[in-house]
């Protein structure tokens, strides 16, 4: 049976960075459980060694993460973002240990890449990956902009911000002014 490839990618990580597999070995033998709903659960069991391996699927774990759906999006926007997208839950020490790790451990694409093509050729793919995501970002930014300045101002479907600040300001003043001629409704109606 071929390992799961979440397992595969976790352990190549741990692999690289021997303080990340030093981190883990305190917690040898507890079982992680990884939800990401509609997706089945993975259990990781936590090895001596520091790596991980695939716990029975009636382990019980130490350690629930639970991915949110609004992960992936959240990724885009930033680590903090990506966090309150998810939940952990048991073992204190663990959970810090790994929030850690996830804040922490990253993956060295370029050293990876230079085994295949050398060192030069991998640096110069990396950097041209990253100015191709920048403007992967920026395009989608621009375009998110454009479509909400043709929904507010060709068709509106969306109100702009001082509108609804107008808008609001309007409401509580009329609510205030309510309040006011009830009051003196009660007033007139009690000395009558």
Known sequence: ???????????????????????????AGQCVEFRSPP?????????DSG???????DAVPNLIVTIGPGALPASLR????????????GNADLAGTVQYLFRHLRWDL???LSKVFGDVLAQRMVTEGRRFA?????????????????????????????DVRQFLAEAD?????????????ENLTGKA
Do not use: C
């Open 173 to 185: 003043r009329l609510r205030d002014d309510l309040a006011r001629l009830e009051k003196r409704i």
């Open 134 to 162: 920048a403007w992967n970002r920026e395009a989608a930014g621009k375009l998110a902009q454009n479509f909400a300045e043709y929904w507010i101002e060709e068709q509106p479907l969306l109100a702009r911000p001082a």
């Open 78 to 89: 930033g680590e903090d973002t990506l966090m309150r997208e998810i939940g952990i839950d």
């Open 39 to 47: 997706l089945p659960a993975l259990y990781l069991v936590i090895l």
């Open 110 to 112: 370029a050293e990876d």
């Open 1 to 27: 049976m071929l390992p799961h490839p979440g397992i595969y990618a976790l352990n190549h990580l741990l692999n690289a960075e021997a303080w990340a597999r030093d981190k883990l070995k305190p917690y």
């Open 51 to 57: 790596l991980v391996s695939r716990a029975a699927q």
